[in-house]
Structure formats: structure tokens, C-alpha cells
Nanobody, 124 residues
Framework: QVQLVESGGGLVQAGGSLRLSCAASGFTFSNYNGGWFRQAPGKEREFVAAISRTGGTTSYADSVKGRFTISRDNAKNTVYLQMNSLKPEDTASYYC?????????????????WGQGTQVTVSS
């Protein structure tokens, strides 16, 4: 059974940090690119960051570039999102996803598997 389980969300003050984790099971995680998306209430889901199978290539949304870092540990079947200098506008549900496509995707349609999400709330 394919599963992606996010953890690490919570409430943090503006300027603070959180690290999200996403544990994969039920498929060969190292064969998939990893990604993070987020969705705030009343807004469409948006791309946050993506990482290639080996971790050698990453991509970020302009809104998080320089503040967020995506990484992965294939031995632990886990992808991470380190979020620093958090802003109230980062408040959203964060979802991890896995893509079997060759190229590093930034669209939701590029991804095959999705987690259930973890809530991040940044207070001002």
C-alpha cells in the first residue's frame, strides 16, 4: 500500500522555523522525484519545492527561495522541507508528493502519489 505521511507541522511565530518530514512506504521511493505543495484556505494549491531522485537537483517557488530547503534521505525513504524565516503568508496545509516522471515537475499533475497534509500556521 502506497503511503506518504507528513509530520512536523504546527504553530510558529513569524521569523521562526519548522522542519516538515514526509515518510514514504509501499513503493521504491528512490525511483521517484519528491515535491512539496501547499494550499491555504480559499486558495489554489501551489508548488513549493521539488527534489530529484538522487537529491542532486532542486527547484523552488520564488516565494520561498532562500528561506526553504528541500532535501531527502533515500535510506530512510523520507523527504524534508526546512522552513526558515517563516511569514504569516506561509500559513497553509503542506502536502508532500512523489513523481515517477523523468523531469522535475512543478505542477500537481506531474505527481503520482500524495500525502494527507500537515498544517503550518505562522502567527504575526
Amino acid at each position: 500500500q502506497v503511503q506518504l505521511v507528513e509530520s512536523g507541522g504546527g504553530l510558529v511565530q513569524a521569523g521562526g522555523s519548522l522542519r516538515l518530514s514526509c515518510a514514504a512506504s509501499g513503493f521504491t521511493f528512490s525511483n521517484y522525484n519528491g515535491g512539496w505543495f501547499r494550499q491555504a484556505p480559499g486558495k489554489e494549491r501551489e508548488f513549493v519545492a521539488a527534489i530529484s531522485r538522487t537529491g542532486g537537483t532542486t527547484s523552488y517557488a520564488d516565494s520561498v527561495k532562500g528561506r526553504f530547503t528541500i532535501s531527502r534521505d533515500n535510506a530512510k525513504n523520507t523527504v524534508y522541507l526546512q522552513m526558515n524565516s517563516l511569514k504569516p503568508e506561509d500559513t497553509a496545509s503542506y502536502y508532500c508528493a512523489a513523481s515517477g516522471r523523468y523531469r522535475l515537475g512543478i505542477r500537481g499533475d506531474d505527481y503520482d502519489y500524495w500525502g494527507q497534509g500537515t498544517q503550518v500556521t505562522v502567527s504575526s
